[in-house]
């Protein structure tokens, strides 16, 4: 990548530097090193420009076709974004643009929708982390509730349909996660590491824990909406994270939903930033 960390780290490479200014560049960077990682996926393409990153699929699903980091100057702005949307408009797939701290201009967001994306539903989602040693490992999860790493081709595929159900996306998105989760192998030798929580016996939850170069992010925090509110989502954020610290990293990062603040806030998670999404489909 063409990202520069400038964060103070161990010679590992894990951040220890709890500034206000390095946890919002590692909230940011672990995301762009999360989807910089797609390049395993042979259905991908990631192109790490000078002025963004993107990447782009033919899978018709906003998500797998995602542009971040973009660094446009004022007098190009308009073409670029034109020239951008092109790409995606020739596969004729729906895009997501990501807009950040790292954006700009700041008010990229005001020029996109002016072309036609829509800022999703929500508003900008809080980027948020925690120095792990502090996370507030919560008391109320429910005592039949097992947490386990996925490990095999049979458990991603549930995580994947779980998670599909949860979020809710498309039923052909399972497919895609199948497929892309798959190149990254599993267990502990995978940089992704996927879990899946199982309450009486069923799968109803699922998350995803990434191990950056300087944090851990958390993604895929889904609950299938009958076990919702028994503190599932937050035991599957929190359990991955306890495995991080113990790998050495000692920042959490993830973006969270307006309806997961609370949650996050509860296991010691401060906001530090927006994270803005605007899609375009056909």
């Not at 004729?92 to 994306?117: C, D, F, I, Q, S």
């Not at 799968?203 to 889904?222: H, K």
């Not at 610290?245 to 309806?259: K, M, P, T």
Request: charged share 20%; with cysteine.
């Amino acid at each position: 990548m063409r990202v520069s960390l400038g964060l103070k780290q161990h010679v590992s490479g894990k951040l220890e530097d709890f500034s206000e200014p390095a946890l919002v560049r590692a909230i940011e960077i672990n995301l762009f090193e999360l989807f910089t990682a797609f390049r395993r996926w042979p259905q991908a393409e990631v192109h790490d420009d000078p002025d963004m990153l993107w990447t782009i699929t033919n899978v018709p699903f906003p998500l797998f076709n995602s542009v971040f980091r973009a660094r446009l100057e004022l007098g190009n702005v308009d073409a670029i974004i034109e020239a951008t949307l092109r790409r995606y408009k020739a596969r004729n797939v729906p895009m997501l643009w990501w807009t950040g701290p790292a954006t700009r201009p700041k008010n990229l967001g005001a020029y996109l929708e002016a072309h036609g994306l829509v800022h999703e539903e929500g508003g900008d989602s809080p980027g948020m982390a925690v120095d792990l040693q502090s996370l507030n490992e919560r008391s109320d999860r429910p005592s039949r509730l097992e947490i386990k790493l996925v490990s095999d081709a049979e458990s991603l595929q549930k995580w994947s349909e779980v998670l599909t159900a949860a979020a809710p996306m498309p039923e052909f998105v399972a497919r895609s996660m199948f497929d892309l989760f798959s190149t990254f192998g599993f267990g502990e030798a995978s940089p992704i590491r996927n879990y899946y929580g199982r309450l009486n016996g069923e799968i109803v939850a699922t998350s995803s824990l990434f191990l950056g170069t300087g944090a851990a992010g958390i993604y895929n925090v889904a609950t299938l909406p009958k076990a919702r509110r028994q503190g599932i989502g937050s035991a599957m954020s929190s359990e991955p994270l306890c495995e991080a610290l113990a790998l050495g990293y000692r920042v959490g990062v993830l973006g969270s939903s307006q309806l997961g603040v609370g949650v996050y806030r509860r296991l010691g998670f401060k906001e530090y930033c927006r994270i803005g999404q605007y899609s375009w489909t056909n």
